[in-house]
């Protein structure tokens, strides 16, 4: 009589399955998918939320606009947006996934581009003032450079959070790791289960990865007098987003 191995010993069976990795529609393939897909939506969040950000924490007005939008692109599950978005123009596949993401990556990219220009020491700018720049000049040459800590930390968050979150394109055929997982749930729990636990496995494994390398790139950009600040900078803006 065989005995059905468990979960976690038919999940490390999965995954040592050379043709699971190599075959098309395998880890690789799937990987490099979730990348790309979150990626682009990071790309996409940085668009929209970094120009708005940093412009409202120029000129020192709209902060709770961007708490506002902050807090309702959080309130919107990227469940529900992946059920609309197929509906509307972008159809199935990957745009909607990319937008749905995107939406979803906006709220620590914004919080932390505001928070990072309107952190920036009163006396720089005055001393930036006295020499003659203009709020352009301002703009590009000491707050920005200054708010890179902050820049650089919500970067970090957003695209972790995306990369564990896009596992849900599985459901509008989107691809990514998350087709693993939805495959393995086209089985039974017996057999599939496994898969289930691998696939779970690997996002998670992946957004670890994502955090390690861009801590390390956080690291590498930010001047070491700004790194305390840096340290500071996503729960400065976490808190100026919980307290609309």
């Known amino acids: 009589m065989t005995v059905a191995a468990g979960p976690i010993e038919a999940a490390v069976i999965w995954l040592n399955d050379p043709l699971n990795w190599t075959n098309p529609g395998g880890i690789l393939d799937r990987t490099g998918e979730h990348l790309a897909i979150s990626a682009a939506a990071v790309l996409l969040g940085c668009l929209v939320a970094w120009p708005i950000g940093l412009w409202l924490g120029h000129t020192g007005r709209g902060g709770g606009l961007v708490v506002l939008v902050a807090n309702l692109t959080l309130a919107v599950p990227t469940l529900a947006l992946l059920t609309i978005l197929p509906l509307t123009f972008l159809g199935f596949g990957r745009p909607p996934v990319v937008v749905a993401l995107a939406v979803f990556a906006v709220p620590p990219l914004l919080a932390n581009a505001y928070t990072g220009v309107r952190a920036v020491d009163p006396e720089a700018r005055d001393a930036a003032r006295g020499m003659g720049f203009s709020g352009w000049q301002l703009l590009r040459r000491v707050e920005l450079p200054l708010a890179v800590p902050y820049l650089a930390a919500g970067f970090r968050t957003a695209a972790v959070?995306?990369?564990?979150?896009?596992?849900?394109?599985?459901?509008?055929?989107?691809g990514g790791l998350g087709q693993i997982i939805r495959a393995g749930f086209g089985l039974d729990i017996a057999a599939g289960g496994g898969q289930i636990l691998a696939g779970g496995l690997l996002v998670a494994g992946l957004a670890m990865v994502v955090e390690l390398v861009l801590a390390l790139v956080e690291r590498l950009v930010t001047p070491r007098p700004l790194r305390t600040r840096g340290r500071r900078a996503r729960r400065r803006a976490a808190e100026a987003v919980s307290g609309a």
């Open 161 to 174: 959070q995306v990369v564990a979150t896009a596992a849900l394109a599985s459901f509008v055929n989107g």
